[in-house]
Protein backbone atom coordinates (compact mmCIF):
# COMPACT_ATOMS: atom_id res chain seq x y z
CA UNK A 1 0.00 0.00 0.00
CA UNK A 2 1.12 3.61 -0.58
CA UNK A 3 -0.52 6.43 0.62
CA UNK A 4 0.03 10.01 -1.35
CA UNK A 5 -0.58 13.58 -0.17
CA UNK A 6 -0.13 16.22 -2.80
CA UNK A 7 0.82 19.85 -1.76
CA UNK A 8 1.36 23.24 -3.02
CA UNK A 9 -1.80 24.28 -4.77
CA UNK A 10 -3.33 26.92 -4.29
CA UNK A 11 -4.33 30.34 -6.53
CA UNK A 12 -2.35 32.48 -8.51
CA UNK A 13 -1.98 34.98 -11.41
CA UNK A 14 -1.73 33.87 -14.84
CA UNK A 15 1.59 34.00 -16.28
CA UNK A 16 3.26 32.80 -12.71
CA UNK A 17 5.02 29.71 -11.94
CA UNK A 18 3.79 27.39 -8.86
CA UNK A 19 5.34 23.86 -7.81
CA UNK A 20 3.21 20.92 -6.86
CA UNK A 21 4.78 18.44 -4.32
CA UNK A 22 3.53 14.79 -3.64
CA UNK A 23 4.67 12.73 -0.77
CA UNK A 24 4.81 9.13 -0.63
CA UNK A 25 4.74 6.77 2.26
CA UNK A 26 4.32 3.09 2.52
CA UNK A 27 5.82 0.79 -0.32
CA UNK A 28 9.69 1.86 -1.45
CA UNK A 29 9.01 4.77 -3.25
CA UNK A 30 11.45 4.23 -5.79
CA UNK A 31 10.02 0.95 -7.20
CA UNK A 32 7.31 3.21 -8.71
CA UNK A 33 6.76 5.47 -11.64
CA UNK A 34 4.74 8.22 -10.60
CA UNK A 35 2.17 10.64 -12.92
CA UNK A 36 0.38 13.93 -12.88
CA UNK A 37 -3.05 14.27 -13.66
CA UNK A 38 -5.39 17.03 -13.70
CA UNK A 39 -9.16 17.60 -13.60
CA UNK A 40 -10.98 20.29 -14.25
CA UNK A 41 -14.54 21.30 -13.57
CA UNK A 42 -16.63 19.18 -16.31
CA UNK A 43 -14.03 17.46 -18.13
CA UNK A 44 -12.30 14.36 -18.00
CA UNK A 45 -8.89 13.59 -16.14
CA UNK A 46 -6.08 14.55 -18.18
CA UNK A 47 -2.70 12.73 -17.87
CA UNK A 48 -0.26 15.74 -17.46
CA UNK A 49 3.19 13.51 -17.29
CA UNK A 50 4.92 10.75 -15.23
CA UNK A 51 8.55 9.63 -14.53
CA UNK A 52 10.31 6.11 -14.06
CA UNK A 53 11.30 4.78 -10.78
CA UNK A 54 14.99 5.13 -10.45
CA UNK A 55 16.19 6.44 -13.95
CA UNK A 56 13.92 9.81 -14.26
CA UNK A 57 12.61 9.20 -17.26
CA UNK A 58 10.00 11.16 -17.84
CA UNK A 59 7.08 11.57 -20.70
CA UNK A 60 4.68 14.56 -21.26
CA UNK A 61 1.52 15.13 -22.80
CA UNK A 62 2.06 17.08 -26.24
CA UNK A 63 -0.19 19.55 -25.17
CA UNK A 64 1.51 20.33 -21.88
CA UNK A 65 5.15 19.65 -23.01
CA UNK A 66 7.45 22.83 -22.37
CA UNK A 67 5.44 24.05 -19.28
CA UNK A 68 5.31 21.04 -16.82
CA UNK A 69 8.30 19.69 -15.72
CA UNK A 70 8.38 16.56 -13.49
CA UNK A 71 11.08 15.68 -11.43
CA UNK A 72 11.34 13.03 -8.29
CA UNK A 73 13.56 12.53 -5.15
CA UNK A 74 13.49 9.32 -4.28
CA UNK A 75 15.60 9.84 -0.87
CA UNK A 76 12.63 12.08 0.21
CA UNK A 77 9.89 9.96 -1.44
CA UNK A 78 8.41 13.43 -3.42
CA UNK A 79 7.59 14.07 -6.73
CA UNK A 80 7.12 17.14 -8.11
CA UNK A 81 5.35 19.22 -11.15
CA UNK A 82 6.86 22.08 -11.94
CA UNK A 83 4.54 24.18 -13.66
CA UNK A 84 5.53 27.94 -15.76
CA UNK A 85 3.78 30.41 -17.82
CA UNK A 86 0.10 29.02 -15.78
CA UNK A 87 -3.41 30.43 -17.68
CA UNK A 88 -6.65 30.10 -16.18
CA UNK A 89 -7.16 27.05 -18.47
CA UNK A 90 -4.79 25.10 -16.25
CA UNK A 91 -7.05 25.36 -13.37
CA UNK A 92 -7.83 22.32 -11.95
CA UNK A 93 -7.18 19.52 -9.54
CA UNK A 94 -4.23 17.94 -9.69
CA UNK A 95 -3.83 14.77 -8.55
CA UNK A 96 -0.10 12.47 -8.09
CA UNK A 97 -0.80 8.68 -9.10
CA UNK A 98 1.96 5.74 -8.41
CA UNK A 99 2.40 3.09 -10.87
CA UNK A 100 3.96 -0.41 -9.79
CA UNK A 101 5.70 -1.22 -12.69
CA UNK A 102 8.99 1.04 -13.22
CA UNK A 103 8.76 2.42 -16.39
CA UNK A 104 6.65 5.42 -17.08
CA UNK A 105 4.40 5.26 -20.28
CA UNK A 106 0.99 5.54 -19.46
CA UNK A 107 -1.31 9.07 -19.35
CA UNK A 108 -4.26 7.48 -19.35
CA UNK A 109 -4.24 6.67 -15.27
CA UNK A 110 -6.21 3.59 -15.98
CA UNK A 111 -2.99 1.34 -15.00
CA UNK A 112 -1.71 3.53 -11.99
CA UNK A 113 -2.64 1.62 -8.33
CA UNK A 114 -2.47 4.99 -5.88
CA UNK A 115 -3.88 8.14 -5.65
CA UNK A 116 -3.46 10.98 -3.90
CA UNK A 117 -6.14 13.17 -3.03
CA UNK A 118 -5.77 16.01 -5.12
CA UNK A 119 -4.85 19.86 -4.61
CA UNK A 120 -6.64 22.63 -6.15
CA UNK A 121 -4.79 24.74 -8.58
CA UNK A 122 -6.57 28.18 -9.47
CA UNK A 123 -4.94 30.24 -12.59
CA UNK A 124 -6.53 33.66 -12.48
CA UNK A 125 -6.72 35.79 -15.36
Known amino acids: QVQLVESGGGLVQAGGPLRLSCAASGRTFSDYAMGWFRQAPGKEREGIGCISSSEGTTVYADSLKGRYTIARDNAKNTVYLQMTSLRPEDTAVYYC??????????????????WGQGTQVTVSS
Open 97 to 114: AADDRPLCSDLSGQWYDY
